[in-house]
């Protein structure tokens, strides 16, 4: 497949953006503790904030045609040891990281051929290179959404809401018998921040089952 250098130099601008507002969003709050819980079961805001920061390396990782993590068992200690740290290290080191991740990201952007090929996922699953831009980008705003500190889903930002709406309704009829199989009539009729939810999971729509892609 050919690639499309406009989409993903766009891609790559928006996930950099975005990281740089996360990291002055982050640096201006002053109400909340790694401690408290997170949206997500069992994470920690600590969690989340490490996560966000290994993830962008990561990102690095995949970008230079080495393994996502070293292993499911060492990203999650990593996870695990990080959780605990203070606001003000979270906020360096999820600065830090980013900063490297816009770097590679930002060499690469206009390079065609850096975006040939696939990526494998720690999950195992081969992607095109050519989307890894917009999956950070996803990391970068839901996640932002799961610290569960007042930044939610309507706040998503509307570029990447696009842009992976497309992505998800595309892998979710991937996912289903040959054939024209159309969304769910309430998933049709929500606004676009909710119907990215249900795809992630992050929200519930009575009488539909979960899309199945998490």
């Not at 996912?175 to 998933?187: C, E, F, K």
Request: glycine content about 8%; proline content about 6%; charged content about 25%.
């Amino acid at each position: 497949m050919a690639v499309d250098e406009r989409q993903v130099a766009r891609e790559v601008e928006g996930c950099v953006s975005s990281q740089v507002r996360l990291v002055q969003w982050l640096e201006e709050q002053s109400l909340f503790e790694c401690g408290q819980p997170s949206l997500l079961p069992g994470w920690s805001i600590g969690h989340v904030l490490t996560h966000i920061a290994r993830n962008a390396d990561s990102y690095v990782n995949l970008l230079e045609g080495k393994p996502q993590y070293v292993s499911v068992e060492a990203r999650n200690i990593d996870i695990e040891r990080g959780a605990a740290r203070p606001w003000a290290e979270q906020v360096d080191d999820i600065r830090e990281s980013c900063d490297r991740l816009a770097v590679e990201l930002s060499a690469r952007a206009t390079d065609v051929p850096s975006w040939n090929g696939t990526a494998t996922l720690l999950s195992g699953v081969n992607v095109p290179r050519t989307v890894l831009p917009l999956l950070r980008w996803r990391e970068v705003e839901v996640h932002w959404v799961d610290l569960g500190c007042g930044h939610h889903l309507e706040h998503l930002n509307s570029h990447y809401l696009r842009s992976d709406l497309r992505l998800l309704e595309m892998l979710w009829r991937a996912r289903r018998p040959i054939g024209m199989t159309p969304l769910h009539a309430d998933i049709l009729k929500i606004p676009p921040h909710e119907r990215l939810g249900w795809f992630l999971g992050r929200i519930q729509v009575d009488g539909v089952p979960p899309s199945g892609l998490t």
